[in-house]
């Protein structure tokens, strides 16, 4: 079950939800009420991205 980002045509808030079914209408907004919200086109993280551990240190290439 994915989770979309909607964008709020009235107030401009951005919120998540998540899809279950694909006949499903779109949500109202959860700060205003208005009906009418926009999918947002939102990537997916990749795992691993960041590590607390690593100390925000990145790793030299190694190229040469």
């Given at each position: 079950m994915p989770i979309f980002?909607?964008?709020c045509s009235h107030?401009?808030?951005v919120f998540e939800k998540?899809?279950?079914?694909?006949?499903?209408d779109l949500?109202?907004?959860p700060?205003?009420?208005?009906?009418?919200?926009e999918q947002k086109f939102s990537a997916f993280?990749?795992?691993g991205a960041t590590s607390k551990?690593?100390?925000?240190?990145c790793a030299p290439s190694g190229g040469g």
């Open positions: 980002e909607y964008a107030c401009g808030h998540l899809v279950l079914t694909r006949n499903q949500p109202e907004c700060k205003c009420g208005w009906k009418r919200v993280a990749t795992v551990s690593a100390g925000g240190v």
